[in-house]
C-alpha cells in the first residue's frame, strides 16, 4: 500500500482530504437530531429537515455531474467544502428552525458534489484498483470519523452545540485548503459545451438510465427509501423515545464508526476479486438482523452491538456500490452517470424520512422500524435477481477506462 502512496502523491492528498471530511461529517451526523430536538423541533419536523437537505442534493447532483465532465472535477469539490463551512456558520448561531433550515440546504447542495468525488476518485485508481481505492479511503473517512464521533458528543454534553460545529467548520476549512492546493485535476477538459439545454438534459436523463442499469437502480432505490424511513431516524428515535442522551449516541456510533474502518481496509480490497452482488446482499442481510434487535430490545448495549453489525454491514456495501457504477458506466460521462443515478435513487427516497417521522409520531418507536425491515427483505431478492457485476459488458458494450 506504502508503495503505491509513493508512486501517487494524489492518493495521500485525498488520503487527507477524506480524513477531514469525516470528521466533519460525523460531527453533524451524530449531533444533528438531538441537537434539532433541542431547538424544539419534533421527530416530523427533523424527518421533513432530512427529506428537504435530499431535495436540494437531489436537484443539483445530475446537472452539476454533467458539468464536471466538461468542465473538470476540482472547481466543483472546491465549492463543496465552501458550502458546507457555509452550512457549519449556519448551525453555529441557530437558536431555531430558521437556521438549521439553511444549514440543512447548503449540506444537501454540498452532497450533491459527492458523484464528482467519486469520480475523482476512480480516475486516480490503478487499473483494477477501484474498489481497493474506494476500501482504503473508505476506512480513512471512518477512522476519523470515529474520532469526531466521539468527541461530538463529549462536547455536545460538557461545552455544547455551538462548539461542536465550530469544530466542524474548522474541519471544513482544513479540507478546503487541501484540495485547493493539493489534490490535482483528474479529467481532461472536454471541448463540448455546457449550457441551460445540457443541463436539463441530465436532470432527464436520470430518469431514463440505459436498459442494462435498470435493475441496480430499482434495487438500490428500495434499499434508500427502507433506510430513510427507518435507520436514518435512529439517533432520533432513541433520544425522543428512551432518553438517550448526545453522549450515548457519540458512543453508539462510535462503535458503527470503528468497526466500519477497520473491515473496510480489509473488505475493500476483495471487492473486485469476490463480486459486488455479494457483497451487497450480505450487507442487507446483517442490516436485517441488527434492525430486528433493535425491534425487539432497544436498550443501549443492545444498540452499540447494533452499531456494530451496522458498521460491518456498510463496510460491505460502499466500496461495492460504488466499485459497480464505477465499473458499469460510461468513463467518459462518469460523473453524470454517478450524479443521476444518485438522484434517480434519491428522488424514490425523498419521502423516506418526513415518511418515517409521520409513522413515528401515530403508532410510535416501533412502526417506522418495522417498515425498514419489510422493505430490506424485498431489497434482498431484488439485489440478488437483478444486479449483475459485469452488466454493461453483458448488454454488449464496451467498458473502456
Keep these: 500500500m506504502l508503495q503505491r502512496i509513493r508512486r501517487s502523491p494524489q492518493i495521500l492528498y485525498l488520503g487527507l482530504a477524506t480524513a477531514l471530511r469525516g470528521l466533519r461529517d460525523n460531527i453533524r451526523y451524530v449531533v444533528w437530531q438531538p441537537f434539532a430536538l ?3 423541533l419534533s421527530v416530523k419536523d427533523i424527518g421533513a429537515l432530512e427529506s428537504l437537505m435530499e431535495l436540494s442534493r437531489i436537484i443539483f447532483q445530475p446537472i452539476i455531474g454533467a458539468a464536471s465532465d466538461v468542465y473538470g472535477r ?8 465552501l458550502l458546507v463551512v457555509c452550512a457549519g456558520v449556519f448551525f453555529i448561531f441557530s437558536k431555531s428552525w430558521l437556521y438549521a433550515t439553511l444549514g440543512m440546504i447548503l449540506v444537501g447542495f454540498g452532497y450533491s458534489i459527492i458523484p464528482v468525488w467519486t469520480s475523482i476518485i476512480a480516475e486516480s485508481a490503478e487499473e483494477g484498483q477501484v474498489g481497493w481505492l474506494y476500501g482504503i479511503l473508505g476506512s480513512v473517512y471512518m477512522t476519523c470519523g470515529l474520532i469526531g464521533t466521539i468527541s461530538a458528543g463529549w462536547l455536545a454534553d460538557n461545552i455544547g452545540y455551538r462548539m461542536v ?8 476549512t482544513l479540507s478546503l485548503i487541501v484540495t485547493t492546493l493539493k489534490i490535482e485535476e483528474t479529467h481532461t477538459l472536454s471541448k463540448r459545451e455546457f449550457g ?11 430518469f431514463r438510465p440505459q436498459r442494462y442499469l435498470w435493475g441496480y437502480y430499482i434495487a438500490m432505490s428500495v434499499d434508500l ?19 438517550f442522551t448526545a453522549g ?30 455479494v457483497y451487497l446482499t450480505a450487507s442487507q442481510i446483517i442490516s436485517g438482523i441488527l434492525i430486528v434487535a433493535l425491534i425487539l430490545k432497544p436498550t443501549y448495549l443492545v444498540a452499540i452491538a447494533s452499531n456494530v453489525l451496522m458498521g460491518f454491514s456498510a463496510a460491505l456495501w460502499s466500496p461495492a456500490e460504488q466499485a459497480w457504477v464505477a465499473k458499469n ?7 453524470k452517470s454517478i450524479g443521476g443515478y444518485s438522484t434517480f435513487r434519491g428522488l424514490v427516497a425523498l419521502p423516506g424520512p418526513f415518511i418515517g417521522g409521520i409513522i413515528y409520531d401515530r403508532y410510535g418507536y416501533n412502526a417506522p422500524m418495522l417498515v425498514n425491515l419489510a422493505l430490506l427483505v424485498v431489497d434482498i431478492l431484488l439485489l440478488w435477481f437483478l444486479i449483475k457485476d459485469n452488466a454493461r459488458e453483458e448488454a454488449g458494450l464496451l467498458n473502456d477506462s
Design 329 to 335: 458506466v460510461d468513463p467518459s460521462e462518469r460523473a
Design 248 to 277: 450515548q449516541i457519540a458512543i453508539i456510533s462510535a462503535f458503527q464508526t470503528g468497526t466500519m474502518a477497520v473491515s473496510q481496509m480489509l473488505i475493500g480490497s476483495r471487492v473486485d476479486r469476490y463480486g459486488y452482488r
Design 165 to 172: 460545529f465550530i469544530v466542524f467548520v474548522a474541519a471544513s
Design 38 to 40: 433541542s431547538l424544539g
Design 196 to 206: 441551460v439545454g445540457k443541463a436539463l438534459s441530465s436532470m432527464l436523463d436520470s
Design 74 to 81: 476540482k472547481p466543483f469539490l472546491i465549492l463543496r467544502d
Design 225 to 243: 427509501l427502507a433506510f430513510s424511513i427507518g435507520w436514518r431516524l435512529i439517533n432520533g428515535l432513541l433520544v425522543d423515545s428512551f432518553g
